[in-house]
């Protein structure tokens, strides 16, 4: 896609509680991650990264009028947020890095899969493609 001047949106929902990435090294300008399936967090949080020198191709909300054009929350619809969500992230990002981060989340989850992929394989008229 790169080759052909397309972007690339990452929609690192599950990725980010389960794989050891970085962003730049995969020259991402543009993620998006919920915070609840891997990480943890209550439903509603999630955040947004546009690459600072990407910023400017992202266009304000149409209603913004709360943050500055250079600052990445006026690309967000401006609402009344979850605190009592939002108090809880220091907790769940302790706890999640507590359980080994992302590298024991996708070991687990890699280990689980295995298990029932395992059986399935000697399933008759069961082809499993994937590793």
Request: hydrophobic letters at 45%.
């Amino acid at each position: 896609a790169r080759e052909h001047g397309i972007d690339v949106i990452l929609d690192g929902a599950h990725a980010l509680g389960q794989l050891a990435f970085d962003l730049e090294e995969l020259g991402i300008a543009f993620a998006a991650y919920n915070l609840h399936k891997w990480i943890g967090a209550p439903l509603t949080l999630g955040f947004l990264y546009i690459a600072p020198e990407r910023l400017g191709d992202i266009d304000p909300d149409m209603g913004e009028m709360h943050f500055p054009i250079t600052d990445i929350r006026a690309r967000t619809p401006y609402s009344t947020p979850n605190i009592p969500a939002l108090l809880t992230l220091p907790l769940v990002l302790e706890e999640h890095w507590a359980m080994g981060g992302a590298a024991a989340k996708g070991a687990r989850l890699n280990y689980l899969r295995n298990l029932w992929v395992r059986a399935a394989r000697e399933l008759p008229g069961i082809e499993v493609l994937t590793p």
